[in-house]
Each structure stands twice: as structure tokens, then as C-alpha cells.
């Protein structure tokens, strides 16, 4: 399936990805997108020349082309959340539907007001999960609405033993860290926890603040190298198991097709998933992508960055 691309997410790891430089070039980079249907392939039922679709695929063109069980008809963000709760090697959550039945288990998912942490929040309620998340303040309502409670305050220094209590007497079916120091929270908090004791890595650790251009390749390197190290010493000690995320094993390994191909259409038909966080328009044009990822990396709160590509 062909499809004219109007808008690209820029999430947050894809700049940190451009910092490494393992890519075979030339290599169209890219995730997340969303457009409208221009050509449909032989055997091809379910989508329709002028749909509107969002899926996952090379996204740094105008034109992509995208494998049917990896699109769904008009959410983004939400490969990477999908691969962080369902894939077996990662939380292996029970599968999402529209009408859930409970789990009696609970999730905590750090960042939750981000465009992964939004989507996770959704997916995760949806499966029959309780949620637990932290946000900022000025966005406690927003997570609240998707389905998170209760909501605690990232930067507040009791956060960690806040969360420990909350979880006492409940069955932990692991977390999911999405920013800056989510996976030491995580990993506190779980080591302190009955269940499932999993943390699922959606972010990496990375020098803060970015490093001069002509560093950057060896203080990216020394920071992942460093906080892997820290992340491995910390899970041999406390009992607790992480695993980065990559989205794109959701393609062949069944994940991706269960959520955009069957749970997806049927859940924003019925108005069960919400399409968050809000977009903010930075640019139209290819020419525009490194600045959308430049605005991206100073930190944006509850909105996805996205930039134009129609003409």
C-alpha cells in the first residue's frame, strides 16, 4: 500500500538515534507516520484509495509504502509502547481489546505525558491493567483521562517510596521507562515489588546537555556504554530484569499487526482509544526534519512534534 505522507511524528529517540552511525547509508529513516492511501497493492482489501491511515514505516519521504498488517485507518507513538508491554521479552502483558476484562495486576509506566506514555496508558487499560504513572503536574488530568490513576509528580523527591507504598499488596506486571532517570525509578520501585519484576526500556542513556557536534559520537557512546553498565549492576542486585525497546520488531514478530490491524480500527471506531497527545505543527517540507528534531530534543510536554511533508 502506497500512501502520500501529510504529516511525520518526530519522536524523541529518533533524534538521539542520528547520533549513532551504525546505519548503512543510503538509509531513509523514519517511524511513525500518517496520510492518505494514493495506490493499494493486489489482493489488498481493507484499505481504499483516499483513506487516511497512520502506520510504520521508513517515514523521511513523501511517498511510503506500508505492509497492511502495520497501518491502521486513522495514533502515533505507539509502536514503541506496544513493543514495550506485549513483546514476551519485555512485560508480555495480555493483549488489548475494547471491552477488558481485569487483570488484578497493575502497571507503572514512568512518563506517562509523553507521546509513548500516552499511548502505553491506553493500551495497557485496555488489556484489563491497572496503571500507575508520574507526570508534571499541569498535565495529573491528562494522564488521568486516559485511564492512569493514581498520578505522581515526577520531580518530587518522595516519588520513589510514594510508589513503593501504592504498591504494596498488588501484583506488579512490570514497568515501562519513557525519559531522563525513568529506568532508576523503575528499578527501585520494582525491586521493592511482588510479580513480575521487568523494566522495559523505552529510552536510552544519553549526555545531557548534547555534547559540541565534534564529540558527539564518542560522549553518546560513553553515555549509553556507562548508564548500561549502571542499569546492569543495579538488575544483578536488586532482582529486577530490563530490556530496551526496538519498535521495529513489532513487524514480523505478530505485535504490530494485533494492534494496528485488529485492535486499532475497531477501538477509535468505538471512541475507546483517544489520538494523543495534541500535534504541534513544526514545519512543512523534508528540509524541515532536523529542526522538528532539533525543537523535539529541548523538551516538549504532552504534545507529539510533527512536520508537514505535503506540498
Not at 502515533?76 to 481489546?97: C, K, R, V, W
Amino acid at each position: 500500500m502506497h500512501q502520500d505522507q501529510r504529516q511525520k511524528g518526530m519522536p524523541q529517540i529518533q533524534g538521539t538515534s542520528l547520533m549513532f552511525r551504525w546505519l548503512t547509508y543510503p538509509c531513509i529513516l523514519g517511524t511513525d507516520v500518517a496520510g492518505e492511501v494514493v495506490e493499494v497493492g493486489p489482493g489488498v482489501t481493507q484499505y481504499q484509495m483516499g483513506d487516511r491511515v497512520l502506520g510504520m514505516a521508513s517515514g523521511f519521504q513523501r511517498y511510503v509504502v506500508l505492509a497492511t498488517h502495520m497501518a491502521a485507518v486513522l495514533p502515533l507513538g505507539i509502536a514503541t509502547a506496544a513493543g514495550g508491554l506485549f513483546e514476551p521479552d519485555q512485560l508480555n502483558l495480555s493483549y488489548p481489546s475494547t471491552h477488558p476484562t481485569p487483570t488484578g495486576q497493575t502497571v507503572m509506566i514512568w512518563g506517562g505525558s509523553t507521546s509513548v506514555g500516552s499511548n502505553a496508558i491506553q493500551l495497557a487499560t485496555a488489556a484489563g491493567y491497572e496503571v500507575f504513572t508520574t507526570a508534571s503536574p499541569h498535565n495529573f488530568d491528562y494522564v488521568t483521562r486516559l485511564g492512569a490513576a493514581p498520578v505522581w509528580d515526577y520531580r518530587n523527591s518522595t516519588v520513589v517510596p510514594d510508589m513503593i507504598a501504592a504498591c504494596q499488596g498488588k501484583t506488579v506486571a512490570g514497568a515501562l521507562a519513557v525519559g531522563a532517570n525513568a529506568a532508576d525509578g523503575c528499578m527501585a520501585i520494582l525491586a521493592q515489588c511482588t510479580g513480575n519484576r521487568v523494566v522495559a526500556l523505552a529510552s536510552y542513556p544519553v549526555p545531557s546537555p548534547p555534547p559540541p557536534k565534534h564529540l558527539t559520537m564518542l560522549r553518546t557512546m560513553l553515555a549509553f556504554l556507562g548508564g548500561s553498565l549502571a542499569y546492569w549492576l543495579k538488575a544483578r542486585t536488586s532482582g529486577v530484569r530490563y530490556n530496551y525497546i526496538f519498535a521495529s520488531t513489532l513487524y514480523d514478530n505478530g505485535i504490530g499487526e494485533m494492534i494496528f490491524a485488529n485492535f486499532l480500527p475497531r477501538a477509535l471506531t468505538e471512541g475507546r482509544y483517544q489520538v494523543v497527545p495534541e500535534p504541534v505543527v513544526h514545519g512543512r517540507g523534508l528540509d524541515s526534519i532536523q529542526g522538528a528534531m532539533d525543537y523535539q530534543q529541548q523538551g516538549v510536554s504532552a504534545k507529539k512534534v510533527v512536520v508537514l511533508l505535503q506540498e
